[in-house]
């Protein structure tokens, strides 16, 4: 069974800190790892992919990507109120289907 | 960044019965996936739909579970006979260049079975 696993939360930073959100993976033979927001009662709103190890900078989210460890992060910059919600790692594997994690449920205290 | 519309927004239905949910793409696309979320827990992969036919399908996709485009715009699923289980929030995505690029989400639809 495929997994992907994240710390559920909630996890709580003060406005203007750097929140680190984690996920780890089961399947070695993933090739593309996404991070969704999710906002209660709302759909999934893509923030950023990731195909190959390292990081990948997009405004003030950053996603790193460590295949070797099968592991993949999202670091927010001067979190801000508004990113509170929760954050849903997801991966593919050489197919069509798409395994998410449960989430990890993030608060920025104003 | 693509659009997608569901709808309806909401839909009550008593057990047993048929509901059809639909998801209309702004601009032509070629790959669509049907996602559910249960109240609390994970969004789970139902099925995606590649060149007018199914090109990959979950565990959860049972016999009770149809898609179709049947005007080569809307993108549907059907439930044949719903079940108390199969009430969630049913997520239409579309893909942008392959089967391994992202997906966009619409804005869902909220079965309620009673």
């Known amino acids: 069974q495929k997994e992907v696993e994240q710390n559920s939360g909630p996890l709580s930073v003060p406005e203007g800190a750097i929140a680190s959100l984690n996920c780890t993976y089961s399947?070695?033979?993933?090739?593309?790892f996404f991070w969704y927001r999710q906002y209660s009662g709302k759909s999934p709103e893509l923030i950023m992919f990731?195909?190959?190890?390292g990081d990948k900078e997009d405004g003030r989210f950053t996603a790193q990507l460590n295949k070797a460890s099968q592991y993949v992060s999202l670091l927010i910059r001067d979190s801000q109120p508004s990113d509170s919600a929760t954050y849903l790692c997801?991966?593919?594997?050489?197919?069509?289907?798409?395994?998410f994690g449960a989430g990890t449920r993030l608060f920025v205290k104003a | 960044e693509p659009e997608v519309t569901q709808t309806p927004s909401h839909q009550v239905t008593q057990m047993g019965q048929e509901v059809i949910l639909r998801c209309v793409p702004i601009?032509?696309?070629?790959?669509f996936y049907w996602y559910r979320q249960i109240l609390g827990q994970k969004v789970e992969f139902l099925v995606s739909?590649?060149?007018?036919?199914?090109?990959?399908k979950s565990e959860i996709f049972d016999d009770q579970f149809s898609v179709e485009r049947p005007d080569g715009s809307n993108f549907t699923l059907k439930i044949r006979s719903t079940k108390l289980e199969d009430s969630a929030m049913y997520f239409c995505?579309?893909?942008?260049?392959?089967?391994?690029?992202?997906?966009?989400f619409g804005q869902g639809t909220r079965l309620t079975v009673v």
């Open positions: 739909f590649y060149n007018n036919e199914i090109s990959e």
């Open positions: 995505a579309i893909g942008t260049a392959s089967m391994n690029t992202e997906a966009f």
């Open positions: 990731i195909y190959s190890n």
């Open positions: 399947d070695r033979g993933s090739q593309s």
């Open positions: 601009s032509n696309h070629l790959y």
């Open positions: 997801a991966v593919k594997g050489g197919g069509f289907k798409t395994i």
